[in-house]
């Protein structure tokens, strides 16, 4: 399961760290090997010779240990790793690791790691409903890092509540989720997103207020599943995602032919907010007043329908097109119908109505419809709307 994948493995000073002796041995069972580094508060739980017996191999515990750097640097232990799993993440390893601390072996290695970190925290209840903690664990899910656990229940101390460290099989599940074959691997998936730039001259342009976010978030999501991802994107003001191939464009028609040169795709997700129309007689330089007091005239063209065009094609049509509907009435009778309109498979449809705050907000309210009928979501954040469509998708296309 995770054969020939390494985990480096941070040992942080708590009782939970008795536990990290089976976590070691769950992970070379399933064919990992285990570089295991020890801060000097873990040994005072478990002995580096436990640790180094089952691991099979050496603890690193000193930054500045002569022998070590002399045989691996401390930034070549950062980057030896698929993974870094810290457990048990203590509160005050969280703190020091949201705020960039690299004053012992564990935080530098942290600070320096260039692939994915996950945490199994484990600490008193109270100290994990801290305001502070959890200010902390927020910064930490936003630089990326991957959380398991707390579980609630009994704690070593007498107290009861969230902060006990993950069961070692939960910790090994949330690695093979990281390490193991991913549902997309080998999967190629198309993405737009973003508003459209239409221009009037060379320096003005008509646009709308798309921030890409949940086009952002759903590369980000089938990235995270393995997939290859084509992002095609419009000026948004949130930047791409990391691991995905991006392709910038300004204009619907670029995004046509981006769109066109990105296929063959397993599937296509469109979710940009492309201008209907354009400004037919844009001018090549400058427009300038002329004195007379009349605004200039602007023709306007329609533009390409991305969604529709992708869709009814007769070659090279994706397995799976998803389009977007932002409505602001009857969204489930205007979605369904250009769900039939445009010929795509799927339709996400919104009620972006100023009320719900959907459109540039954080928070999205969705309904899937499907050849199946209209499934509605409850309003979630945007992170978690671009994960459920993308496991829906990755079912799909591994039925
Ligand atoms: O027609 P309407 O803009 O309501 O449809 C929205 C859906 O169509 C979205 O998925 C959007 O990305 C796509 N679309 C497109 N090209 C256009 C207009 C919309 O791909 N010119």
């Known amino acids: 399961m995770l054969a020939g994948k390494r985990i480096l493995l941070i040992i942080g000073g708590g009782i939970a760290a008795y536990k990290v002796l089976e976590l070691i041995r769950l992970c070379r069972k399933a064919g990992a090997a285990v570089t295991p580094v020890m801060t000097p508060a873990a040994k005072e739980f478990v002995t580096p010779l436990s640790v180094a017996a089952l691991a099979g191999e050496t603890v690193h ?28 993440a203590t509160a005050n390893l969280m703190a020091r690791m949201a705020h960039g601390a690299a004053d012992d072996l564990a935080t530098t290695l942290l600070l320096a790691t260039d692939t994915p970190v996950l945490i199994a925290p484990a600490m008193n209840v109270r100290m994990w409903e801290h305001p502070a903690t959890q200010r902390n664990l927020a910064i930490l899910k936003a630089d990326g890092v991957a959380v398991a656990g707390p579980d609630e229940g009994d704690m070593a101390c007498g107290e009861y509540g969230p902060g006990r460290m993950a069961e070692p099989g939960a910790i090994l599940a949330a690695i093979t989720a990281h390490l193991g074959p991913k549902p997309l691997s080998g999967k190629t998936v198309l993405v737009t997103s973003g508003p459209t730039h239409e221009p009037i001259d060379p320096v003005r342009y008509i646009a709308n207020r798309s921030s890409g976010a949940q086009g952002t978030a759903i590369a980000a999501a089938l990235a995270a599943l393995g997939a290859r991802v084509r992002f095609v994107t419009g000026p948004g003001e949130v930047p791409p995602p990391e691991g995905v191939e991006v392709i910038r464009v300004e204009t619907a028609r670029e995004m046509l032919d981006a769109v066109e040169a990105a296929l063959p795709a397993d599937a296509a997700v469109f979710a940009a907010a492309v201008a209907d129309w354009r400004v037919a007689n844009a001018s090549g330089s400058k427009m300038k007043k002329d004195g007379t007091g009349r605004a200039p005239a602007l023709d306007f063209a329609e533009n390409p329908d991305i969604l529709r065009s992708i869709s009814q094609r007769k070659t090279g049509r994706p397995c799976l097109v998803v389009g977007f509907a932002a409505e602001t009435d009857d969204v489930v009778a205007h979605a369904t119908a250009k769900r039939e309109r445009k010929g795509c498979d799927w339709i996400l449809a919104n009620d972006v109505s100023p009320a719900t705050g959907i459109m540039g907000g954080s928070e999205n309210a969705v309904t899937l419809i499907t050849g199946n009928g209209a499934e509605t979501w409850p309003r979630m954040g945007k992170t978690e709307v671009a994960r459920r469509l993308a496991q829906r998708i990755a079912d799909r296309l591994t039925d």
Do not use: W, Y
């Open 61 to 88: 515990e000193a930054l500045f240990d002569l022998t070590s750097e002399a045989e691996m640097g401390h930034i070549q232990l950062s980057r030896v790793s698929d993974l870094v799993v810290v457990a048990p």
